[in-house]
């Protein structure tokens, strides 16, 4: 199995332009997410989702958008890139319920200039 | 919402020792996950223990879920243990939070 797959593995953007990081998981989990890591941070939740058509916030959801048509895709989307969103991206995907542990993607680096 | 304390911040030790890492928690949980993230950046899941003890190997993990804290244990650390441990909790469905993390090196 594949497991969570995230494209691409590096982007750098000029400010201003936008762009779409992809994250897919072949193990029909209902939850999805997206984290930002930044250096003496820990992970921080952007956007979430519990099904297909089901999203909702998470502590940093400014700049981001998401969607969630089907249960495999939940893509990330900068609207507007700015600086302040160099980070190290995550997806995140789990079973809801009991024992329901978070497996994660392998990781976007992105870059702003 | 909740806040997640981890300690140390950072820790050296060398190849055979044993470590216990902490993280202290400010709410009730159901939901208590450790992390590993190798030096390569992957996140690995190493266990889900909102209450209780769990071993896997020579790593354990021990949830005292009404004093809110839980430890980390590594027996016999290696060179391949390091890397930065995470600990990170929900208090409601699926808003999993972190805590900065211990960064774990281990030297030969």
């Known amino acids: 199995n594949a497991g969570v797959t995230q494209t691409p593995k590096f982007q750098v953007l000029k400010t201003g332009q936008s762009m779409t990081l992809q994250c897919a998981q072949d193990?029909?989990?209902?939850?999805m997410s997206w984290y930002r890591q930044d250096p003496g941070m820990g992970l921080r939740l952007i956007h979430y989702?519990?099904?297909?058509?089901?999203?909702d916030q998470g502590e940093v959801p400014n700049g981001y958008n998401v969607s969630r048509s089907t249960t495999e895709d939940f893509p990330l989307r900068l609207l507007s890139a700015a600086p302040s969103q160099t980070s190290v991206y995550f997806c995140?995907?789990?079973?809801?319920?009991?024992?329901?542990?978070?497996?994660f993607g392998s990781g976007t680096q992105l870059s702003v200039l | 919402g909740i806040q997640v304390e981890q300690s140390p911040p950072d820790l050296i030790l060398q190849e055979g020792a044993n470590s216990t890492l902490r993280c202290n928690f400010s709410d009730s949980v159901n939901n208590l996950q450790w992390f590993h993230q190798n030096p390569w950046g992957q996140l690995i899941n190493l266990f889900y223990i909102p209450s209780g003890t769990k071993q896997n190997g020579r790593l354990s993990a021990t949830t005292v879920a009404t004093e809110r804290y839980s430890l980390l244990y590594i027996s016999s650390s290696q060179t391949t243990d390091s890397g930065v441990y995470f600990c990170a909790v929900t208090g409601t469905a699926s808003k999993l939070t972190f805590g900065t993390g211990t960064r774990l090196q281990v030297t030969l």
């Open positions: 193990m029909n989990h209902e939850y």
């Open positions: 995140a995907s789990s079973t809801i319920g009991m024992g329901e542990k978070l497996f």
């Open positions: 989702s519990v099904g297909a058509g089901i999203t």
